[in-house]
């Protein structure tokens, strides 16, 4: 029978506390995975970079993050958090300086591969403690309050990073989130309990196969996987990059002012997750607040982007309405798990991020530059393309898209197991 075992290593803290050192590391990765979005302007100039590079840099974290979430999984169950999540925190930080010291794009991508290397544990990681530590009857709840720490993250890479960048400039910025991975580091290696499951311990290459044909042959990871996916681009697309160039120029916001907006969709994100995770596991059932959360944010999202003559604060509404109701992608984590046995629990979970990441972040970020370069009419500024607000609202119409086939996946997938 495979159980889960919490070796408490020397300083080792209780499973709430435990919780917090991975959640604040998750928040950590968050912050670096959306700031970007607050220095399009200084990126495009200093590496005089189009929209659609300044989009692959960005996404260049998103395709390290989703390339390493399977592995990620796997790793976790078989030689636990507290070594791959301090190792994970070097690597973030040593990517933070690498991206704020280079002298070239090409330079700047390999920093951003690292980030988003050390990254990818920070989502996973910290689901695989609360699994181990905190009751099972609660993990819905506790995905969504994971993910309300990545949104503050996120809040923090917004508008208090652009004050920072407009400040300091992006590079010193970047060079101080650099030192603060290295601090995480330590507190992780002495904080963290080192969870792993016995059946997996031990077991070495033979150990993660089996974790892996157990979270890829079921039907149920797949449309979590589609459903967590689909429900994660408004944020990660709209939200992490593209939003505050996007109300820049189509409301003449200054940059301080535009990341308020999306950080108020991003909060409005996090505090559906909790919500709804809530709700989720108080009802007992998956499947109908999954359904529910994507049809009316792909409502919210259609309406949005379809009408262009919104003011600014009806966008800003249904932007943040929608991406409160879209935080029903917790629940998906939640799903996949009750579906598979407690040694595949990382496995499964690594799947589903896989698709968050890969379509929410390394997809869908460059898509719409290139969408956006598509329609270029050659305008220059200071030396960046500007592109016109008829453009983005185009490019974005393909959100709603996506977050209506997470509906259909919600409605094809299992309930909650009884018993």
């Known amino acids: 029978m495979t159980r889960v075992e919490a070796q408490a ?9 435990a919780w917090g050192l991975a959640a604040s590391f998750y928040l950590y990765g968050f912050f670096l995975r959306v700031s970007p979005s607050v220095m399009v302007d200084e990126l495009m100039r200093d590496f005089a970079a189009s929209a659609a590079l300044t989009g692959t840099l960005s996404a260049l974290y998103f395709y390290a993050y989703a390339g390493l979430q399977i592995p990620v999984g796997l790793m976790l169950d078989t030689w636990g958090p507290r070594r791959m999540l301090s190792i994970a925190a070097v690597a973030c930080g040593a ?23 050390g990254a990818a544990f920070t989502w996973v990681g910290t689901l695989s403690v609360a699994a181990a530590g905190l009751p099972k009857e609660r993990f819905a709840g506790v995905t969504g309050m994971t993910l309300a720490c990545g949104m ?30 290295v601090v995480l580091c330590v507190l992780l290696a002495r904080g963290l ?25 079921r039907r149920q990871t797949w449309l979590m996987a589609i459903f967590g996916a689909c429900m994660s681009v408004p944020a990660l697309t709209f939200g992490a990059l593209w939003g505050v160039p996007f109300l820049q120029t189509a409301y003449g916001l200054d940059r301080s002012s535009a990341a308020l907006v999306t950080s108020a969709m991003l909060v409005s994100w996090g505090i559906g997750s909790i919500v709804v995770g809530w709700l989720s596991d108080r009802i007992g059932r998956r499947r109908l607040p999954m359904t529910v ?46 579906h598979v046995p407690a040694e595949a629990s990382g496995a499964v979970m690594g799947v589903i991020n896989t698709g968050v990441m890969l379509v929410g972040g390394a997809i869908m970020q460059p898509l719409i530059g290139w969408l956006l370069d598509r329609q270029w009419d050659g305008t220059l500024v200071d030396g960046r393309p500007i592109y016109e607000a008829a453009a983005y609202r185009e490019a974005f119409l393909t959100v709603p898209v996506l977050v209506a086939v997470a509906a259909l996946a919600a409605a094809l997938s299992r309930d909650r197991p009884r018993g």
Do not use: K, N
């Open 293 to 338: 959360s994507a049809v009316a944010s792909t409502a919210c999202y259609a309406w949005a982007f379809a009408e262009p003559d919104h003011s600014i604060g009806a966008l800003a509404a249904l932007v943040i309405v929608g991406s409160l109701v879209a935080g029903g992608m917790v629940v998906a984590f939640a799903a996949g798990r009750e």
């Open 95 to 117: 990517g933070s300086l690498l991206f704020a010291l280079a002298p070239t794009i090409e330079i700047a991508y390999l920093g951003r591969l690292l980030i988003g290397a």
């Open 9 to 17: 290593g020397g300083g080792a803290v209780g499973p709430w506390l």
């Open 152 to 181: 503050a993250g996120a809040v923090a890479g917004q508008a208090p990073l652009a004050l920072s960048v407009a400040g300091f400039g992006w590079r010193p910025t970047m060079v101080a989130a650099g030192v603060v991975g």
């Open 193 to 217: 309990p080192q969870h792993r499951l016995s059946g997996t311990a031990g077991g070495g290459w033979r150990a993660l196969g089996r974790g892996l044909r157990l979270a890829v042959g």
